[in-house]
C-alpha cells in the first residue's frame, strides 16, 4: 500500500492519511463532507433593498428638508409641503444606485471553480462534483483541466499550471511532486501545489485535497472581499460636508430671526409668518436639485466614457478617477500582454530583434535595424524549424486579430519566431513528420522530436534550459557549417545566455542531432547526447505597445504610476525600468513587505515603485498604506489576485477581455479594450466632470446664498417676505437645475491634464469659490431687494414679489453664462458653444413666463401680470450679479495668471 500525508497550508493541524491507489472510501468522503462541509466559497448576506432606501433618509439636509416639509404641513401650506416631501423621495430613489460588488465577485468565483473533478475512490476512478470533494480526496489531473481544490501533488509527469489569475505568474509553472512545503513561501514559487481555479496546460498529474471551500487560496481572497471596507468617494465627502455645512448655517440664521422676531414684536410676534420665514429659509438654503444634478451629470459622464471604452459601473467613481493621485496597477495582462513573445535571437554568432505579434506572423526579424538578406534567412532555417517542430503548441489564425494559442504559451512564441520567417508547423509536416518524441520533464529541462532528414537518416530537433543543453553540446552551426564548440565559443555563449538573462528575459536553447537510425523507446533518451547547437532565444510578456506613453501621460498629470505584480522581482525590475516607473534597482517583494512595521510600510509605499511576489494581502495592505497618507489611489488589474485591492481601493479599474469575471465584480469601472492608455482619457474626463460638478455647485450655492440673504435681510428690516416658499422651490428646482444640468457637460477647459491632481483635502468650496459666491450673492441681494424695495413704494406686496421673483430668475439664468468658468470671461469662451445651456436657461424662462402669464398657474405661484413698465425695472438690474462675475473673473485671472509665471514661466 502506498501511503501519503498532506498538509494543508491553511489547517496546519490536520493530517489526512490517504492510499493513493484506492483514493478515500465513500462512508470516509461522506464523513469528512460533514466534518468540512461542501467545498464551495461562501459570501456574507446583502443588505436588503429596504434598508437601502432608508439610508437614503439619514442625511443632514434630507432631515431638514423633511422637517421644513411637516411645518409647511402644519401651516397650511400643503402644496410647498407636497412639492418638498416628492423631492426628498425623488431623490431617495435616485439614491439607490449602490449595489453589493462582493456578491457579485463571490459569485463568479464560484463559476471559475472546476464544476467536476475526476477522483479515485474506493479503488475506482469516477467524475463526482467538485462542490463534494473533501480533504484527502485523490485528484486527477491532464491539460485543461480547472483545478478543483487546493492540491498537494502525489505525481506530475511534465506537468504545467496557468496560474496568472491567482499570482500574476505570465508563464505556466512547472510542477513536481513532493510532501514537503515551506508556508512562508510565495504561492508562485509552491511547486507541489495546484490551487482552486488554476489550468492545466500540460501533462498530467495526481495530488491530494489538502484544502477546500473558504480554506483554499482562493477562498481566502473570497474572505478578503467580504471583509475590504468601502469608503465614500471624495466627492460624497465634499458634499456631505457642504450638506452639514448649510444645514448648520439654515438653523443658525433661523434662530436669529426667531430671535428677532421675539425682540422686535415681543408677545405680539406673528408665529405664522415666523414659520413661513423659517421654512423660506430652509428651502432657499438647500440646494433641493443638486443630489439630482450631480447624479445626472455623472451619469452623462459614464455615457461619454462609455464611447472611450471604458464602462463605470458607479456614478461617484467617475469623479474618483479624475482627483486620482496614485495609480497602482498590475503587470501581467495590465501593462504587458499576458503572452510570451520572442524579442531576442542569437544565433551563429549574430544577435537578432524581434517584434511583431506574439503568436503570428506580423513583424519581422531583423539583424542591426536591417531586414534579412537570403544567405542570413537560410543560416536560420534548421533553427527556426527546430523552433516550429520541437513544439506541441498550436495557433489558430484569426481574421483581422491577434492569433489564437492553444498549448503552452513559451511553445507559442518559438511557433511565431518561425513565423515570421513564413515556417510553420503545418508547412512542414508533409516533409517533417514527428517520428518519435522524448516529452519535456522538470528533471531533464528538455524536449525532443526525431523527424526524416532530407538527405538520409533522422533530424533529432531539441529545445530546452541553455545550461543543460550546453552540458550535452560538442559543436555548434556557424554559417550553414557544423564547427567544433571550443571553450571559447562555449563561453560567448554563456555570456550572452547571461545577457538575456539580465534582461529579464526567459531564455531557451535549441540544437539538434543527425542520427542514421531512429532507437528503441527504451533508449530514446539517449539521442539528447552529442548536439549541435543552434540558438539561444529570449522571450518576455511585452509591454502593452501604448502602456509606456499612457504611464508618460500620467506622470505628465501628476499621478504617480506604481506596479504590483505576483511575478520575479528581475522580470518586474525589467518592466518597471522599460516603463520609466523607476531608475532605480530596488524591488520590494511579499516576504520583505510582511518584515515592515506600518510605519515603515506607509515610508517605502511612498518610495518605491515596483513590488514583486505579492500575495492579495500585500496588496490591498499597499493600498491602505497609501490611502492612510491622503493620496486617492485608482487599482488596475484583471486577475483574482487583484481583487481585495480592486475592491478596497477608491477606485478599482479591471480589464473587460482579459480580466476574470471576479476583477470585474469587485471593480468600479471596467476597460472594455484592456487599454492602459483609455486610464488617461477616464482621468481626463473624471477631471472635466469635477471641474463642472464646481462649477454648478458655484452657481447654484450662489443662487442660493442670495437667497438666504434676501430673505433674511427683509425680516431684519421689517419687510414683508419678498419671496415666498414655492416661489424659491420653483427657482432651486426649475429655474437652477436646467442650467445647472448644462453646466455639467461644459467642455475641458485648455491644460486641465497638465494640472497637478486636487489634493485629496482640499474642500469642495475652497477661498477662490467662497469669495465668488459671497461676491455674486451681495449682488443678488442688492439687485433683489432695490426691486423689492422700488416696487412696494409703486405697486401692492404681491406685484412686487412678482417682480422680486421674476428678478431673481432672470439675474440666476444670466448668471449660469459666467459660471462656465471660473477664470474666462464668457466671450473668450464663445457665447453659443455650450448648446445645452442655451437650450437650458430657454426652457427654464419660458416654464417662469408660464407662471407669471398663464391665469390658472397664478393662485398656485401667487403671481400677477407683468407689463412693459415692469420689465423696464427688472431688465437693467438682472444684470448686475452677471456683470459683477465677469469683472472678478478679470482681477481673478490675471492674479492666477501671475502666480503660475512666478512658479513655472513655460506653463504660464
Same mark, same amino acid.
Given at each position: 500500500?502506498?501511503?501519503?500525508?498532506?498538509?494543508?497550508?491553511?489547517?496546519?493541524?490536520?493530517?489526512?492519511?490517504?492510499?493513493?491507489?484506492?483514493?478515500?472510501?465513500?462512508?470516509?468522503?461522506?464523513?469528512?463532507?460533514?466534518?468540512?462541509?461542501?467545498?464551495?466559497?461562501?459570501?456574507?448576506?446583502?443588505?436588503? =433593498?429596504?434598508?437601502?432606501?432608508? @439610508?437614503?433618509?439619514?442625511?443632514?439636509?434630507?432631515?431638514?428638508?423633511?422637517?421644513?416639509?411637516?411645518?409647511?404641513?402644519?401651516?397650511?401650506?400643503?402644496?410647498?409641503?407636497?412639492? &418638498?416631501?416628492?423631492?426628498?423621495?425623488?431623490?431617495?430613489?435616485?439614491?439607490?444606485?449602490?449595489?453589493?460588488?462582493?456578491?457579485?465577485?463571490?459569485?463568479?468565483?464560484?463559476?471559475?471553480?472546476?464544476?467536476?473533478?475526476?477522483?479515485?475512490?474506493?479503488?475506482?476512478?469516477?467524475?463526482?462534483?467538485?462542490?463534494?470533494? !473533501?480533504?484527502?480526496?485523490?485528484?486527477?489531473?491532464?491539460?485543461?483541466?480547472?483545478?478543483?481544490?487546493?492540491?498537494?501533488?502525489? *505525481?506530475?509527469?511534465?506537468?504545467?499550471?496557468?496560474?496568472?489569475?491567482?499570482?500574476?505568474?505570465?508563464?505556466?509553472?512547472?510542477?513536481?511532486?513532493?510532501?514537503?512545503?515551506?508556508?512562508?513561501?510565495?504561492?508562485?514559487?509552491?511547486?507541489?501545489?495546484?490551487?482552486?481555479?488554476?489550468?492545466?496546460?500540460?501533462?498530467?498529474?495526481?495530488?491530494? !485535497?489538502?484544502?477546500?471551500?473558504?480554506? #483554499?487560496?482562493?477562498?481566502?481572497?473570497?474572505?478578503?472581499?467580504?471583509?475590504?471596507?468601502?469608503?465614500?468617494?471624495?466627492?460624497?465627502?465634499?458634499?456631505?460636508?457642504?450638506?452639514?455645512?448649510?444645514?448648520? @448655517?439654515?438653523?443658525?440664521?433661523?434662530?436669529?430671526?426667531?430671535?428677532?422676531?421675539?425682540?422686535?414684536?415681543?408677545?405680539?410676534?406673528?408665529?405664522?409668518?415666523?414659520? =413661513?420665514?423659517?421654512?423660506?429659509?430652509?428651502?432657499?438654503?438647500?440646494?433641493?436639485?443638486?443630489?439630482?444634478?450631480?447624479?445626472?451629470?455623472?451619469?452623462?459622464?459614464?455615457?461619454?466614457?462609455?464611447?472611450?471604452?471604458?464602462?463605470?459601473?458607479?456614478?461617484?467613481?467617475?469623479?474618483?478617477?479624475?482627483?486620482?493621485?496614485?495609480?497602482?496597477?498590475?503587470?501581467?495582462?495590465?501593462?504587458?500582454?499576458?503572452?510570451?513573445?520572442?524579442?531576442?535571437?542569437?544565433?551563429?554568432?549574430?544577435?537578432?530583434?524581434?517584434?511583431?505579434?506574439?503568436?503570428?506572423?506580423?513583424?519581422?526579424?531583423?539583424?542591426?535595424? *536591417?531586414?534579412?538578406?537570403?544567405?542570413?534567412?537560410?543560416?536560420?532555417?534548421?533553427?527556426?524549424?527546430?523552433?516550429?517542430?520541437?513544439?506541441?503548441?498550436?495557433?489558430?489564425?484569426?481574421?483581422?486579430?491577434?492569433?489564437?494559442?492553444?498549448?503552452?504559451?513559451?511553445?507559442?512564441?518559438?511557433?511565431?519566431?518561425?513565423?515570421?520567417?513564413?515556417?510553420?508547423?503545418?508547412?512542414?509536416?508533409?516533409?517533417?513528420?514527428?517520428?518519435?518524441?522524448?516529452?519535456?520533464?522538470?528533471?531533464?529541462?528538455?524536449?525532443?522530436?526525431?523527424?526524416?532528414?532530407?538527405?538520409?537518416?533522422?533530424?533529432?530537433?531539441?529545445?530546452?534550459?541553455?545550461?543543460?543543453?550546453?552540458?550535452?553540446?560538442?559543436?555548434?552551426?556557424?554559417?550553414?557549417?557544423?564547427?567544433?564548440?571550443?571553450?571559447?565559443?562555449?563561453?560567448? &555563449?554563456?555570456?550572452?545566455?547571461?545577457?538575456?538573462?539580465?534582461?529579464?528575459?526567459?531564455?531557451?536553447?535549441?540544437?539538434?542531432?543527425?542520427?542514421?537510425?531512429?532507437?528503441?523507446?527504451?533508449?530514446?533518451?539517449?539521442?539528447?547526447?552529442?548536439?549541435?547547437?543552434?540558438?539561444?532565444?529570449?522571450?518576455?510578456?511585452?509591454? %502593452?505597445?501604448?502602456?509606456?506613453?499612457?504611464?508618460?501621460?500620467?506622470?505628465?498629470?501628476?499621478?504617480?504610476?506604481?506596479?504590483?505584480?505576483?511575478?520575479?522581482?528581475?522580470?518586474?525590475?525589467? &518592466?518597471?525600468?522599460?516603463?520609466?516607473?523607476?531608475?532605480?534597482?530596488?524591488?520590494?517583494?511579499?516576504?520583505?513587505?510582511?518584515?515592515?512595521?506600518?510605519?515603515?510600510?506607509?515610508?517605502?509605499? *511612498?518610495?518605491?515603485? !515596483?513590488?514583486? %511576489?505579492?500575495?492579495?494581502?500585500?496588496?490591498?495592505?499597499?493600498?491602505?498604506?497609501?490611502?492612510? /497618507?491622503?493620496?486617492?489611489?485608482?487599482?488596475?488589474?484583471?486577475?483574482?489576485?487583484?481583487?481585495? @485591492?480592486?475592491?478596497?481601493?477608491?477606485?478599482?479599474?479591471?480589464?473587460?477581455?482579459?480580466?476574470?469575471?471576479?476583477?470585474?465584480?469587485?471593480?468600479?469601472?471596467?476597460?472594455?479594450?484592456?487599454?492602459?492608455?483609455?486610464?488617461?482619457?477616464?482621468?481626463?474626463?473624471?477631471?472635466?466632470?469635477?471641474?463642472?460638478?464646481?462649477?454648478?455647485?458655484?452657481?447654484?450655492?450662489?443662487?442660493?446664498?442670495?437667497?438666504?440673504?434676501?430673505?433674511?435681510?427683509?425680516?431684519?428690516?421689517?419687510?414683508?417676505?419678498?419671496?415666498?416658499?414655492?416661489?424659491?422651490?420653483?427657482?432651486?428646482?426649475?429655474?437652477?437645475?436646467?442650467?445647472?444640468?448644462?453646466?455639467?457637460?461644459?467642455?475641458?477647459?485648455?491644460?486641465?491634464? %497638465? /494640472?497637478?491632481?486636487?489634493?485629496?483635502?482640499?474642500?469642495?468650496?475652497?477661498?477662490?469659490?467662497?469669495?465668488?459666491?459671497?461676491?455674486?450673492?451681495?449682488?443678488? #441681494?442688492? @439687485?433683489?431687494?432695490?426691486?423689492?424695495?422700488?416696487?412696494?413704494?409703486?405697486?401692492?406686496?404681491?406685484?412686487?414679489?412678482?417682480?422680486?421673483?421674476?428678478?431673481?430668475?432672470?439675474?440666476? =439664468?444670466?448668471?449660469?453664462?459666467?459660471?462656465?468658468?471660473?477664470?474666462?470671461?464668457?466671450?473668450?469662451?464663445?457665447?453659443?458653444?455650450?448648446?445645452?445651456?442655451?437650450?437650458?436657461?430657454?426652457?427654464?424662462?419660458?416654464?417662469?413666463?408660464?407662471?407669471?402669464?398663464?391665469?390658472?398657474?397664478?393662485?398656485?405661484?401667487?403671481?400677477?401680470?407683468?407689463?412693459?413698465?415692469?420689465?423696464?425695472?427688472?431688465?437693467?438690474?438682472?444684470?448686475?450679479?452677471?456683470?459683477?462675475?465677469?469683472?472678478?473673473?478679470? &482681477?481673478?485671472?490675471?492674479?492666477?495668471?501671475?502666480? /503660475?509665471?512666478?512658479?513655472?514661466?513655460?506653463?504660464?
Amino acid at each position: 500500500m502506498q501511503a501519503w500525508h498532506a498538509l494543508s497550508a491553511n489547517s496546519a493541524a490536520k493530517e489526512l492519511h490517504t492510499d493513493l491507489d484506492k483514493g478515500l472510501t465513500h462512508k470516509e468522503a461522506g464523513e469528512r463532507l460533514k466534518d468540512y462541509g461542501p467545498n464551495e466559497l461562501k459570501g456574507e448576506e446583502g443588505i436588503p =433593498l429596504w434598508r437601502k432606501f432608508v @439610508a437614503q433618509f439619514q442625511d443632514f439636509l434630507v432631515a431638514i428638508l423633511l422637517a421644513a416639509g411637516a411645518v409647511s404641513f402644519a401651516v397650511g401650506e400643503r402644496t410647498d409641503a407636497i412639492l &418638498i416631501f416628492l423631492i426628498v423621495v425623488v431623490n431617495a430613489i435616485l439614491g439607490l444606485i449602490q449595489e453589493g460588488r462582493a456578491e457579485r465577485a463571490l459569485n463568479a468565483l464560484k463559476q471559475m471553480a472546476a464544476p467536476h473533478a475526476v477522483v479515485t475512490r474506493g479503488g475506482q476512478t469516477m467524475d463526482i462534483p467538485a462542490r463534494e470533494l !473533501v480533504p484527502g480526496d485523490v485528484v486527477l489531473l491532464e491539460a485543461g483541466t480547472v483545478t478543483p481544490a487546493d492540491l498537494r501533488l502525489a *505525481q506530475a509527469a511534465s506537468l504545467k499550471v496557468e496560474e496568472a489569475a491567482l499570482t500574476g505568474e505570465s508563464v505556466p509553472v512547472e510542477k513536481e511532486a513532493g510532501s514537503q512545503l515551506v508556508l512562508k513561501a510565495p504561492l508562485a514559487e509552491r511547486s507541489n501545489m495546484a490551487y482552486m481555479g488554476t489550468t492545466v496546460v500540460y501533462g498530467r498529474g495526481q495530488g491530494i !485535497v489538502v484544502a477546500t471551500g473558504m480554506e #483554499t487560496e482562493m477562498g481566502r481572497i473570497a474572505g478578503l472581499l467580504t471583509t475590504a471596507l468601502e469608503g465614500a468617494t471624495p466627492l460624497q465627502e465634499r458634499l456631505n460636508s457642504l450638506g452639514k455645512i448649510l444645514g448648520l @448655517a439654515t438653523l443658525v440664521i433661523s434662530v436669529l430671526v426667531f430671535v428677532t422676531g421675539l425682540v422686535r414684536d415681543g408677545y405680539g410676534v406673528n408665529w405664522l409668518q415666523l414659520f =413661513l420665514v423659517a421654512v423660506s429659509l430652509a428651502v432657499a438654503a438647500i440646494p433641493e436639485g443638486l443630489p439630482a444634478v450631480v447624479t445626472i451629470v455623472l451619469a452623462l459622464g459614464m455615457q461619454r466614457m462609455v464611447s472611450k471604452n471604458a464602462v463605470v459601473k458607479k456614478l461617484h467613481a467617475v469623479e474618483t478617477l479624475g482627483s486620482t493621485t496614485v495609480i497602482c496597477t498590475d503587470k501581467t495582462g495590465t501593462l504587458t500582454q499576458n503572452k510570451m513573445a520572442a524579442v531576442a535571437l542569437w544565433a551563429g554568432g549574430r544577435a537578432y530583434t524581434v517584434s511583431g505579434s506574439a503568436y503570428g506572423a506580423s513583424g519581422q526579424i531583423t539583424l542591426d535595424d *536591417q531586414d534579412l538578406n537570403d544567405h542570413q534567412r537560410a543560416d536560420l532555417h534548421l533553427t527556426l524549424m527546430t523552433a516550429a517542430l520541437c513544439n506541441d503548441a498550436r495557433v489558430i489564425e484569426k481574421d483581422e486579430s491577434e492569433p489564437e494559442l492553444v498549448g503552452d504559451p513559451t511553445e507559442g512564441a518559438l511557433l511565431g519566431l518561425a513565423a515570421k520567417a513564413k515556417i510553420t508547423p503545418a508547412g512542414l509536416a508533409t516533409k517533417y513528420p514527428r517520428l518519435a518524441e522524448v516529452p519535456f520533464d522538470s528533471r531533464r529541462k528538455l524536449m525532443s522530436t526525431i523527424h526524416p532528414a532530407k538527405d538520409g537518416g533522422y533530424l533529432v530537433l531539441v529545445k530546452g534550459a541553455p545550461d543543460v543543453i550546453l552540458a550535452r553540446t560538442k559543436s555548434i552551426l556557424l554559417d550553414s557549417k557544423v564547427e567544433e564548440l571550443t571553450a571559447k565559443l562555449a563561453d560567448e &555563449i554563456r555570456e550572452q545566455n547571461t545577457k538575456l538573462a539580465g534582461q529579464a528575459l526567459r531564455v531557451l536553447c535549441l540544437a539538434y542531432r543527425k542520427i542514421a537510425a531512429v532507437p528503441p523507446p527504451a533508449d530514446l533518451g539517449s539521442v539528447e547526447e552529442g548536439l549541435t547547437f543552434l540558438a539561444l532565444v529570449g522571450l518576455k510578456d511585452p509591454l %502593452r505597445t501604448e502602456a509606456k506613453l499612457a504611464v508618460e501621460n500620467c506622470r505628465r498629470a501628476g499621478i504617480r504610476t506604481v506596479m504590483i505584480t505576483g511575478d520575479h522581482p528581475q522580470t518586474a525590475l525589467a &518592466i518597471g525600468q522599460e516603463l520609466g516607473l523607476t531608475d532605480q534597482a530596488r524591488v520590494l517583494t511579499g516576504a520583505e513587505l510582511d518584515s515592515l512595521t506600518p510605519a515603515q510600510l506607509k515610508e517605502q509605499a *511612498q518610495k518605491v515603485s !515596483v513590488y514583486a %511576489r505579492v500575495a492579495p494581502e500585500h496588496k490591498s495592505a499597499l493600498v491602505q498604506a497609501l490611502q492612510e /497618507q491622503g493620496e486617492i489611489v485608482a487599482v488596475t488589474g484583471d486577475g483574482v489576485n487583484d481583487a481585495p @485591492a480592486l475592491k478596497r481601493a477608491d477606485i478599482g479599474v479591471a480589464m473587460g477581455i482579459t480580466g476574470t469575471d471576479v476583477a470585474k465584480g469587485a471593480a468600479d469601472m471596467i476597460l472594455t479594450d484592456d487599454n492602459f492608455a483609455s486610464i488617461v482619457a477616464a482621468v481626463k474626463e473624471g477631471r472635466v466632470i469635477y471641474a463642472n460638478v464646481r462649477k454648478f455647485v458655484y452657481f447654484l450655492l450662489s443662487c442660493n446664498v442670495g437667497e438666504v440673504l434676501i430673505v433674511f435681510l427683509a425680516e431684519l428690516l421689517a419687510l414683508p417676505l419678498p419671496l415666498l416658499p414655492v416661489h424659491l422651490l420653483w427657482l432651486n428646482l426649475l429655474t437652477d437645475a436646467f442650467p445647472a444640468l448644462a453646466l455639467g457637460v461644459e467642455r475641458a477647459e485648455p491644460g486641465i491634464m %497638465r /494640472q497637478p491632481p486636487r489634493s485629496p483635502t482640499e474642500p469642495l468650496l475652497d477661498r477662490t469659490m467662497l469669495v465668488g459666491i459671497a461676491s455674486q450673492s451681495v449682488a443678488m #441681494t442688492v @439687485a433683489i431687494l432695490a426691486v423689492f424695495i422700488f416696487s412696494l413704494r409703486t405697486f401692492d406686496v404681491k406685484t412686487a414679489r412678482t417682480m422680486a421673483f421674476t428678478t431673481l430668475v432672470v439675474a440666476e =439664468l444670466l448668471r449660469s453664462f459666467t459660471s462656465r468658468s471660473e477664470y474666462l470671461p464668457v466671450f473668450r469662451l464663445g457665447l453659443f458653444t455650450n448648446r445645452a445651456l442655451l437650450m437650458g436657461s430657454s426652457l427654464s424662462l419660458l416654464a417662469f413666463l408660464i407662471t407669471v402669464y398663464m391665469p390658472a398657474l397664478r393662485p398656485i405661484f401667487k403671481t400677477v401680470f407683468l407689463s412693459w413698465n415692469h420689465w423696464r425695472v427688472i431688465l437693467p438690474v438682472a444684470l448686475l450679479p452677471a456683470a459683477t462675475a465677469e469683472l472678478r473673473k478679470v &482681477i481673478v485671472g490675471r492674479q492666477r495668471y501671475m502666480g /503660475q509665471q512666478e512658479k513655472d514661466p513655460a506653463r504660464a
